[in-house]
């Protein structure tokens, strides 16, 4: 009877220690953690590499992307750098890992993030517009003045954070503080395709910058609606050269390392024409069809219009389509296509599929 009372004594302690092992084993895990959880091209990529159990380990091995390491019980913090200025267009993270126990038991991990796509459009959560007026002669800038405090009277739906005279810094390389710096930037002056006229500094040649929360590398623009109050910043002709007008506007693959400005950008409102809106009333110089066209534009965003329908439609109700003037147009990634400035849609780079599909609307 105590023979038999000792083992089952034995049988239940060697249970309890197959359980223990077991236990054991079932906490046993690689890890890989990236900083930020949700990262996207450009970031710096801080990505915590480690094990549970670290006191049983015996090696750590880890690859992030191309990067290769390994190491013996500790916990690593491995600095990845996805800015395409490296000369890689990183459109994925992918984390491999193996952590390796004493007893001969592996532990792997393997997850792969994609990085071409950013955070929401809203990723400052402040919804703001930047107005910038500039270009041409005193009366032009006149005209542009009218337009640009009929716009800030109506709209609501975004706080005016800027109201400047427009400058070539604004576009390029303080673009972040200011044109990159607002969900929604109105600018009025002389324009054309390859160049959009501020008052001070000359021309700004557009792809120069990139728009939106991938750029530049390392940080997140705000911009996602610019709009251009002048002649020929979305004109479809291509004469004379190197670039179409897609190529100007959007990334491809013989240009994804360059700067181009839908990088999270979501749409560009202008006109493929030339923006003619001067009228002469009793004498006097005035912008009555431009500071009509301006307001209807503005409530119609207000009201929950999608942003496509309330450009070209406030364009047809109030401006005059003839003598190839005033053909508004629109360019964006098919994604956002029933956007209204109150959606809330994540940022595409090339490479993410709701960035190839893209639209041009104008009104004929």
Not at 99 to 116: F, P, R, V
Not at 266 to 294: C, D, E, P, Q
């Amino acid at each position: 009877m105590v023979s038999d009372l000792n083992f089952m004594s034995a049988t239940k302690l060697i249970a309890v220690v197959i359980l223990l092992v077991t236990i054991s084993a079932c906490h046993r895990a690689m890890v890989m953690t990236p900083i930020p959880p949700n990262p996207k091209q450009g970031d710096v990529i801080q990505v915590r590499v480690g094990a549970t159990k670290k006191d049983e380990l015996s090696q750590l091995n880890y690859s992030i992307n191309e990067v290769n390491g390994s190491g013996v019980n500790v916990t690593y913090d491995v600095a990845y750098d996805s800015c395409k200025g490296r000369g890689i267009y990183n459109i994925d993270l992918q984390l491999d890992g193996e952590a390796i126990y004493g007893d001969g038991e592996i532990k792997t991990y393997s997850q792969q993030y994609d990085l071409t796509s950013g955070d929401n459009g809203r990723e400052d959560n402040d919804l703001d517009f930047a107005v910038y007026v500039g270009g041409g002669n005193k009366k032009e800038r006149s005209v542009q003045i009218d337009m640009a405090n009929k716009f800030i009277d109506s709209y609501d739906a975004y706080a005016n954070s800027q109201y400047y005279w427009s400058e070539n810094r604004f576009y390029n390389t303080q673009s972040m503080t200011f044109a990159n710096g607002a969900d929604l930037v109105v600018s009025f002056g002389h324009g054309s395709k390859y160049s959009y006229g501020p008052r001070y500094g000359g021309d700004v040649y557009l792809p120069d910058t990139e728009y939106g929360n991938f750029a530049p590398c390392g940080s997140s623009g705000d911009a996602e609606y610019l709009v251009f109050m002048n002649c020929n910043t979305l004109s479809l002709e291509d004469e004379s050269t190197p670039m179409t007008y897609w190529e100007y506007w959007f990334n491809y693959p013989d240009s994804q390392l360059d700067n181009r400005p839908f990088t999270g950008l979501h749409m560009v409102l202008g006109f493929r024409t030339n923006f003619a809106v001067n009228s002469v009333h009793w004498g006097y110089w005035r912008t009555i069809n431009g500071k009509k066209f301006v307001k209807q534009f503005a409530n119609k965003l207000d009201g929950g219009w999608g942003v496509v329908d309330a450009w070209l439609d406030a364009a047809s109700d109030e401006l005059k389509q003839r003598n190839g003037k005033n053909m508004a147009t629109v360019f964006y990634p098919q994604v956002y296509e029933n956007d209204t400035v109150f959606s809330e849609k994540d940022d595409y780079i090339h490479a993410n599929s709701n960035y190839v599909l893209k639209i041009v609307s104008f009104l004929e």
